[in-house]
């Protein structure tokens, strides 16, 4: 039972990750296929209880759940007060995401 579990959660995240891919290759031509290839791959994971990875997670909005390209349809702040963070916001829902920065302080502090 536990060996068939692995080999569902291995499958499953082969799937996510070519669906983020196609959303990505999609993404210029036709928006809502790239969003419902995102749709896709959270549902996917909801399924086989999988998170998504981090560096996946980071680029989809949860107001509207398109996928985020710097740039394109998100902009980029770096805001540099008490705590240093990231801050991306989604253009179309004007949806705002933070991310510490502390990681990269420390590594700097330890050279």
Same mark, same amino acid.
């Given at each position: 039972?536990n060996h068939?579990?692995?080999?569902?959660?291995?499958i499953?995240?082969?799937r996510?990750e070519?669906?983020?891919?196609l959303?990505?290759k999609?993404l /210029?031509e036709?928006?809502?296929?790239?969003k419902r290839?995102?749709?896709?791959?959270? /549902?996917i994971g909801?399924k $086989?209880?999988? #998170?998504?990875?981090k560096?996946l997670?980071?680029f989809i909005?949860?107001?509207?759940?398109n996928?985020l390209v710097? #740039?394109t349809? $998100?902009? *980029?702040?770096?805001?540099s007060?008490?705590n240093?963070? *990231? *801050?991306?916001?989604c253009? @179309? $829902?004007?949806? *705002?995401?933070?991310?510490?920065l502390?990681?990269?302080?420390?590594?700097? @502090?330890?050279k």
């Amino acid at each position: 039972m536990n060996h068939e579990r692995q080999i569902t959660k291995r499958i499953a995240r082969e799937r996510i990750e070519i669906l983020m891919e196609l959303a990505q290759k999609s993404l /210029k031509e036709d928006p809502d296929l790239a969003k419902r290839y995102v749709t896709l791959a959270r /549902k996917i994971g909801m399924k $086989c209880q999988l #998170g998504l990875p981090k560096n996946l997670k980071m680029f989809i909005c949860k107001g509207c759940g398109n996928l985020l390209v710097p #740039g394109t349809n $998100c902009r *980029v702040r770096l805001r540099s007060d008490n705590n240093s963070r *990231v *801050v991306l916001t989604c253009l @179309k $829902c004007n949806t *705002v995401k933070r991310f510490p920065l502390t990681r990269e302080k420390k590594l700097r @502090k330890q050279k």
